[in-house]
């Protein structure tokens, strides 16, 4: 039900207020800014318009006009974290430890919801990726490791834990960790995967989840996590200036 929490927006508290569901249309620019509606001004409407569409609560289309949309956490994480990561590439691996902490908490919760078909499509994204990786062209399972790892929690209905998975792997491919991954690694990864995989069918969660834990770890080694560490360390302790002869 609405509250009294103030949002600091005219448009998003009259949202709320008039219980706007998914796939409602919203009446247009001109028609907010009268008096039965909002009662400010077209620029003011726009203003607070492009906040409900940075947090991916409305989408505008030329054809159809302004529809609400499904509630996701994940558009607001995703811009906030993009920010960060433009600032510091650094604060991935801040958010990174903040995504493995959470998928441990939620880990028996959510291996417990998963269906015969969630397992299968996790069997499924093992096996595209392993077409992928032993194909005559390597190609890097990019879709299929978000695919894997989203599945297992996504029967939690909890759209905020979601959201902060789903702006994780935005930010991964946002960094080109998949793009800078050598063939080895990869292959560990997946190898990884199918043993987790191995061990949820088995209703082995604890062992699962220890597995998805030695498997965080391999971030660590991947070949752009490296570099950075190296750019950085040389930052903190840049090599020392030759003496002139």
Not at 216 to 229: C, D, E, G, S
């Amino acid at each position: 039900m609405p509250t009294n929490i103030d949002l600091d927006s005219e448009l998003l508290a009259y949202i709320i207020e008039q219980g706007f569901q998914p796939g409602d249309r919203l009446p247009t620019i001109s028609e907010l800014q009268s008096s039965e509606h909002l009662g400010i001004s077209a620029s003011k409407v726009r203003e607070q318009l492009e906040v409900a569409r940075a947090l991916g609560l409305v989408e505008v289309k030329s054809k159809t006009g302004m529809k609400m949309k499904d509630f996701s956490f994940a558009p607001a994480v995703r811009l906030s974290l993009f920010i960060a990561l433009a600032q510091d590439q650094h604060n991935f691996e801040l958010f990174s430890e903040l995504r493995n902490h959470i998928e441990v908490a939620f880990w028996f919760k959510a291996c417990k919801s998963l269906s015969a078909a969630d397992i299968q499509e996790m069997r499924a994204c093992v096996s595209a990726a392993r077409e992928k990786l032993d194909g005559k062209h390597v190609r890097i399972p990019v879709e299929e490791h978000r695919a894997f790892h989203l599945t297992i929690f996504r029967n939690l209905n909890n759209p905020f834990v979601m959201g902060l998975l789903e702006a994780y792997w935005d930010a991964y491919n946002a960094v080109e960790l998949s793009r800078y991954s050598d063939y080895d690694y990869l292959q560990t990864v997946w190898d990884y995967h199918e043993q987790i995989l191995d061990q949820i069918c088995l209703e082995n969660f604890e062992q699962a989840r220890e597995l998805f834990i030695e498997h965080t770890k391999l971030l660590r080694h991947q070949p752009r996590m490296q570099r950075i560490a190296r750019n950085e360390a040389a930052e903190i302790n840049p090599a020392p200036l030759e003496k002139e002869t």
